[in-house]
């Protein structure tokens, strides 16, 4: 059982790590600067690099890429450039929590089944 885990973790882990980095890199294909796309009206050229500087949007696309999947783990989502708050809080105004609920406590069951089927 404990090779089977083993590999499931690793499974994840691959998993989580390309979607990551495809979500990146997707993110970054969009066309435009996402500065100047939040705002409708013309930003001057000293706040757009506050604002750059602020997000981490002048940074080496390397270090944004660590920055971003350490965030992602840690839970840290971000502030979002358009609303001005932390991602995570407007999931958490715009998801109702006992829809979320049931999600968690079976996946804990299946996965306490799964693993007690499998050993």
């Not at 992602?72 to 958490?92: N, Y």
Request: aromatic share 6%; glycine share 8%; net charge neutral.
């Amino acid at each position: 059982m404990s090779a089977w885990l083993v590999k499931r973790v690793f499974h994840a882990i691959v998993t989580f790590t390309i979607a990551a980095v495809l979500m990146f890199v997707l993110m970054r294909l969009a066309p435009g600067d996402p500065i100047m796309r939040a705002d409708q009206q013309p930003i001057p050229p000293a706040e757009a690099e506050r604002l750059r500087a602020l997000y981490g949007l002048d940074q080496p696309i390397s270090q944004q890429l660590i920055t971003f999947v350490s965030g992602i783990i840690r839970g840290d989502l971000g502030i979002s450039i358009e609303h001005k708050r932390p991602v995570t809080a407007l999931l958490a105004a715009t998801s109702s929590p006992w829809l979320l609920q049931p999600t968690e406590t079976g996946t804990g069951e299946r996965t306490i089944h799964g693993a007690t089927a499998a050993g």
